[in-house]
């Protein structure tokens, strides 16, 4: 399924642990021209860790938004919502309807899962692309 948005973040997968590893799966790749990718750090600890750590270039260099950490996309708070009628796939731990934006869909997955969507554009098996 082709996906529009892949959300990186809650305070559920968004762990220095779990930006490391998106960072070391997609250092060096771009991200699909049509999907927009947000990283959320889970606190604002991890955002000062992931750019001690050069993370955050590694984000920038593939196409990736590192934004503020908190909600987010999570609960669709502030502009961080997810358009009606696009797909997102999410590491959030909550798909209920409207949850990340009114009319919005979302399909939840690992953040390793999540990173291989956002550099082919749908949902995608991470197994077959390391």
Do not use: H
Request: hydrophobic share 35%; proline share 4%; with cysteine.
């Amino acid at each position: 399924k082709k996906v529009d948005y892949v959300f990186i973040g809650s305070g559920t997968n968004s762990r220095i642990e779990d930006l490391r590893m998106v960072a070391s799966f997609v250092k060096g790749k771009q991200k699909a021209s049509d999907v927009e990718v947000w990283i959320v750090p889970g606190s604002r600890q991890v955002e000062q860790q992931a750019k001690a750590e050069g993370i955050d270039r590694i984000f920038s260099d593939a196409g990736f938004q590192l934004r503020q950490p908190g909600c987010s996309a999570c609960l669709g708070m502030n502009e961080d919502k997810i358009p009606a009628g696009k797909y997102c796939i999410s590491t959030s731990n909550r798909n209920f309807e409207g949850r990340q934006g009114p009319n919005a869909r979302t399909f939840l997955a690992s953040p390793l899962t999540a990173a291989a969507a956002a550099i082919t554009g749908k949902v995608s098996d991470v197994r077959e692309l390391i």
